[in-house]
């Protein structure tokens, strides 16, 4: 089955500077790759999402990008500020009808100010 | 907008015990599903639900057993508690038929002594 896995388990950066977190997968059959915030002491909330249709997409501070070829996404926050501080999780999930959204370990970030 | 509602918020069991974990959902979402979140793992799917009635396993459903008993709710029982098991169990829910935002409950935190 599907596998995702997130490489930074932990990531620390100044205020105002880009953070990235990267994931990769197995199943070449996956189409649909959100992410999710989780705030202390809070359950998780989605973010931004990518279909594999495009390969980059942006929401505000927010950029993910998609290479199919290398299996790999990555969620970008630009100009980061303290409240992005929290556990990040990416997931995928595929068009087999199966309904099952795989979810990396998790990054949590911080951010210094 | 909706709600997930998970009770009870903390479960403190006996080893062995037999504990039922509920949640509802006002979103009218077809599908539903039961996440373990221990800390370093992710979230690992345990059991979901894509109608009334369904049941479909996840890759941690050994141990558990679940039940779809209206559109609304859907329930999560640890059969046999293990001694010094801690995690937090995450009920979620999301429109059945498309690679779509999954909503989160806050989550019930178990704790076995």
């Known amino acids: 089955g599907e596998k995702v896995e997130q490489h930074e388990s932990t990531l620390s950066v100044r205020e105002g500077d880009s953070a990235v977190i990267n994931c990769t997968y197995t199943?070449?059959?996956?189409?649909?790759f959100p992410w999710y915030k989780q705030e202390a002491g809070k359950s998780l909330h989605f973010v931004i999402d990518?279909?594999?249709?495009?390969d980059r997409k942006q929401s505000q501070r927010l950029i993910v990008l998609l290479d199919k070829k290398a299996k790999r996404f990555s969620l970008h926050i630009t100009a980061t500020q303290p409240e992005d501080s929290a556990i990040y999780f990416c997931a995928a999930s595929s068009n087999t009808g199966n309904y099952k959204y795989v979810f990396g370990a998790g990054t949590r970030l911080k951010v210094i100010a | 907008g909706g709600i997930i509602t998970q009770t009870p918020k903390f479960l403190i069991g006996q080893e062995g015990q037999k504990l039922t974990l509920k949640c509802q959902q006002n979103?009218?979402?077809?599908?539903m599903y039961w996440y373990r979140q221990d800390s370093g793992k992710g979230l690992r799917l345990i059991y979901y639900?894509?109608?009334?009635?369904?049941?479909q396993k996840g890759d941690l459903s050994e141990g558990y057993d679940a039940s779809r008993e209206k559109k609304s709710s859907f329930s999560l029982t640890v059969t046999s508690a293990q001694k010094n098991e801690m995690a937090v169990f995450l009920c979620?829910?999301?429109?059945?038929?498309?690679?779509?935002?999954?909503?989160f409950g806050k989550g019930t935190r178990l704790t076995v002594v």
């Open positions: 990518i279909r594999s249709n495009v």
């Open positions: 979103f009218n979402h077809d599908t």
């Open positions: 979620a829910s999301s429109i059945t038929g498309g690679n779509t935002e999954v909503f």
């Open positions: 639900s894509i109608t009334e009635n369904d049941l």
């Open positions: 199943d070449t059959a996956s189409s649909y």
